[in-house]
């Protein structure tokens, strides 16, 4: 079964720009989750999504949004890049969110979008 | 809310010494708790995992970890390191209810020859 893939790999963008990556979650996974990784914040949790429905936020502005479609494949857009949006993004799945408090599914990452902001 | 501390930053061993990373976490309820690896330019690879049952967890590539909840400790340990073993490594904690995992800081790990 393939894994997690996200694209593009790599980017390179300027400040003011917008920029969109993908990410295809492992066959017949349905939930998907985004990460940003940065050496000063480490690893932080962007968005989580499950049947086309954002389920939980992390902290982040306004400016990083999220969708997934029905097929289970997400996208994440961030608008307005600054310089401290350079980081690299993972997107991680799992075949469903635990749905209770006392539940939860593990999550298989993907190789991550390496974002560059100029 | 949940938190995971990793007290070090970075870590060398010579090839062939044991390893221990240390990791406590912060939850309320019933952690699940894991340790994931990372190589440079690389995304994270699952090592181990505790959900419940046993505290002592093995893992792939020879790694094993101890949950402790008088200790709020899941630290990672292996008896002999080799140097591909060089990477960072990343213990988390998962939320219960939502597919969210908190991570510590990390831990680089580096091996003298």
């Known amino acids: 079964k393939a894994g997690v893939t996200q694209t593009p790999r790599y980017l390179i963008k300027t400040r003011g720009q917008q920029v969109t990556l993908s990410c295809s979650p492992i066959?017949?996974?349905?939930?998907v989750s985004w990460y940003q990784q940065t050496p000063g914040q480490g690893l932080q949790f962007l968005f989580e999504?499950?049947?086309?429905?954002?389920?939980n936020k992390g902290n982040f502005p306004g400016r990083f949004s999220g969708r997934q479609f029905s097929n289970s494949r997400s996208e994440m857009n961030v608008s307005t890049l600054e310089l401290g949006d350079s980081a690299l993004y993972l997107c991680?799945?799992?075949?469903?969110?635990?749905?209770?408090?006392?539940?939860?599914?593990?999550?298989?990452f993907g190789p991550g979008t390496r974002l560059t902001v100029l | 809310a949940q938190s995971v501390t990793q007290p070090d930053i970075h870590i060398t061993v010579s090839e062939g010494a044991s390893l221990e990373l240390r990791c406590n976490y912060s939850?309320?309820?019933?952690?699940?708790l894991f340790w994931y690896v990372q190589s440079p330019g690389q995304g994270l690879q699952l090592l181990l995992k505790?959900?419940?049952?046993?505290?002592l967890v093995q893992g792939i590539k020879g790694f094993e970890a101890e949950f402790k909840r008088s200790q709020s400790s899941f630290n990672l340990r292996k008896p002999s390191v080799h140097w591909s073993d060089a990477a960072e490594y990343f213990c988390?904690?998962?939320?219960?209810?939502?597919?969210?995992?908190?991570f510590g800081q990390g831990t680089r790990l580096t091996i003298n020859p």
């Open positions: 991680a799945s799992s075949p469903r969110p635990g749905l209770a408090v006392s539940s939860y599914n593990e999550q298989f």
């Open positions: 066959s017949g996974h349905r939930s």
């Open positions: 999504y499950f049947s086309e429905t954002q389920r």
């Open positions: 939850y309320g309820a019933t952690p699940y």
């Open positions: 505790y959900f419940s049952g046993d505290t």
């Open positions: 988390a904690v998962g939320a219960g209810g939502a597919q969210k995992l908190v």
